[in-house]
Nanobody, 122 residues
């Protein structure tokens, strides 16, 4: 069992930066691959980024590649999403997820956080 709690969301202007954090409970955390997804109002849950259990491989959605960076600290049970050059279209609720594979689809993850709101003003 893994419990996930996101933090770090907020309101930022276009071009600004935010760093999201995801705190995980449980010693099994370091065995899970982790992902970030986002969901805008009236839309589905979209893949943002994923990282393998060791941190050795990372994957990004096309719309965030080169602007966002996913990382993890297994000693602290934390996953991060550094978001730079933010755009209004990045506005969404951002979710942290844990699963057995660094998947690009939500069904690939077993555990989810409650989400944190990111709003980018134009």
């Amino acid at each position: 069992q893994v419990q996930l709690v996101e933090s770090g969301g907020g309101l930022v202007q276009t071009g600004g930066s935010l760093k999201l954090s995801c705190a995980a409970s449980g010693r099994a955390f370091r065995t899970y691959n982790m992902g970030w997804f986002r969901q805008a109002p009236g839309k589905g849950r979209d893949f943002v980024a994923a990282i393998t259990w060791s941190g050795g491989s990372t994957y990004y959605g096309d719309s965030v590649k080169g602007r966002f960076t996913i990382s993890r600290d297994n000693a602290k049970n934390m996953v991060y999403l550094q978001m730079n050059s933010l755009k209004p279209e990045d506005t969404a609720v951002y979710y942290c997820a844990a699963g057995s594979a660094a998947s690009r689809i939500p069904a690939g993850y077993k555990y989810w956080g409650q989400g944190t709101q990111v709003t980018v003003s134009s």
